[in-house]
């Protein structure tokens, strides 16, 4: 049986506070790099506790969320079926920019309201940051997303801190390397 070929899922999370559990993940984007395919979903608060900071990035209503979002449950179950129907195309595989801050809340969500993460056992996937300095030989401090942005010829591509807007852009900037990385490459 042939293997299917890896499609690279770009998420973005707005959190209220710096760690799942105690705090709540917010809204969830995801984006297939090179495909049409997006996925986006808000979800009720899990918490009382939330840090004000944190709350402004994303300028989501708590409130609101609190009385018009899905559960953590059906927001994740929902996700998840998103997820599961990509291995039509290929084999999902977990993109994030910074992939251990919204693998964090992706992967404990996941496990804690699906039973398990459609990522896998770990959660793990690939990091922007880490992937171009790896592709190009720079320092850590070189590859801020504006940076790579840079250097791909990208412009125009908002980040809005809106999950779903947010996971389209870094599916693009993604694609971009992966196009150009011949290129980019020392």
């Known amino acids: 049986m042939p293997t299917l070929p890896e499609i690279y899922v770009a998420v973005d999370v707005e959190a209220d506070g710096p760690i799942p559990g105690p705090y709540s993940m917010l809204s969830l984007g995801m984006a297939a790099v090179g495909h049409d ?5 808000e979800i009720k608060p899990i918490s009382d506790e939330y840090s004000p900071e944190a709350l402004a990035v994303s ?5 609101r969320l609190i009385r018009e979002a899905p559960s953590a449950e059906e927001a994740m179950t929902a996700a998840a079926v998103w997820v599961n129907g990509l291995r039509k195309v ?7 920019a910074p992939a251990v801050w919204d693998g964090m809340f992706v992967h404990w969500y996941f496990t804690r309201f699906t039973g398990k993460s459609p990522f ?7 990091d922007l940051r880490s992937y171009w300095m ?11 997303k504006t940076n790579i942005i840079k250097a791909v010829g990208l412009y ?9 807007e947010d996971a389209e852009e870094l ?10 990385r011949d290129t980019v490459a020392r």
């Open 37 to 41: 395919l997006t996925f986006y979903t």
């Open 59 to 63: 300028g989501l209503d708590r409130d």
């Open 90 to 96: 290929g084999r999902p595989v977990f993109l994030a």
């Open 120 to 126: 896998g056992a770990t959660g793990s996937g690939v």
């Open 134 to 144: 790896g592709l190009t030989g720079c320092e850590w401090v070189q590859t801020r």
């Open 156 to 164: 125009g591509i908002p980040h809005t801190h809106h999950a779903g």
């Open 171 to 180: 599916a693009k900037v993604f694609g971009a390397v992966l196009s150009g």
